[in-house]
Every structure is written in structure tokens, then in C-alpha cells.
Nanobody, 123 residues
Framework: QVQLVESGGGLVQAGGSLRLSCAAS????????MAWFRQAPGKERESVAA????????VYEDSVKGRFTISRDNAKNTVYLQMNTLKPEDTAVYYC????????????????WGQGTQVTVSS
């Protein structure tokens, strides 16, 4: 049974930091590109960052470049999102997802999804 379980969300003041984790099970984690997406109330789900299967190449949405860092630990079947200098507009439910293809932030390519973790940034 495939599972992606996010953790690490919470309430933080603007300028603060959070580290999200996503623990994967039920599939061969190292063969999948992993990504973080987010969805704010009333908005569509959008990509945040992705990390490739093997060599750790990464890609980011422009709005988080320089503030967020995605990483993975294939030995622990876990993907992380370090979020620094958080802004109120970062408030959303954050989801991790798995894609059997190459590095991409196209939502349609992601086949496995977690249940999400809430991040709230107060001003």
C-alpha cells in the first residue's frame, strides 16, 4: 500500500522557518521524482519544488527560489522542504507527491499524493 505522510506544518510568524518532511512507503522511493505542491484556500494547487530520483537535481517555482530548499534521503525514504523567510502568502496546505518520470513540476505527472500538512504564516 502506497503511503506518503507529511509532517512538520504549523503556525509561524512571517520571517520564520519550518521544515516539512514526507515519509514514503509502499513503492521504490529512489525510482521516483519527488515534489512539493501547495494549495491555498480558493486557489488551485500549485507546484513548489521538485527533486530528481538519483543525482538530486532540483527545480523551484520563482516565488520560493532562494527561500525554500527541497532535499531527499533515499536511505530513509523521505523528502524534505526547508522553508525560510516565510511570508503570509506561503500559507497553504502543503502536499508531497511522487512521479515515476523525470524532473518536472507538472502536476499531472504525479501519481502518488500525501494528505497534506497545513502551514500558516501570520503577519
Amino acid at each position: 500500500q502506497v503511503q506518503l505522510v507529511e509532517s512538520g506544518g504549523g503556525l509561524v510568524q512571517a520571517g520564520g522557518s519550518l521544515r516539512l518532511s514526507c515519509a514514503a512507503s509502499g513503492f521504490i522511493f529512489s525510482r521516483y521524482t519527488m515534489a512539493w505542491f501547495r494549495q491555498a484556500p480558493g486557489k488551485e494547487r500549485e507546484s513548489v519544488a521538485a527533486v530528481s530520483r538519483v543525482n538530486g537535481d532540483t527545480v523551484y517555482e520563482d516565488s520560493v527560489k532562494g527561500r525554500f530548499t527541497i532535499s531527499r534521503d533515499n536511505a530513509k525514504n523521505t523528502v524534505y522542504l526547508q522553508m525560510n523567510t516565510l511570508k503570509p502568502e506561503d500559507t497553504a496546505v502543503y502536499y508531497c507527491a511522487a512521479n515515476f518520470g523525470g524532473l518536472s513540476m507538472s502536476r499531472n505527472l504525479y501519481v502518488y499524493w500525501g494528505q497534506g500538512t497545513q502551514v500558516t504564516v501570520s503577519s
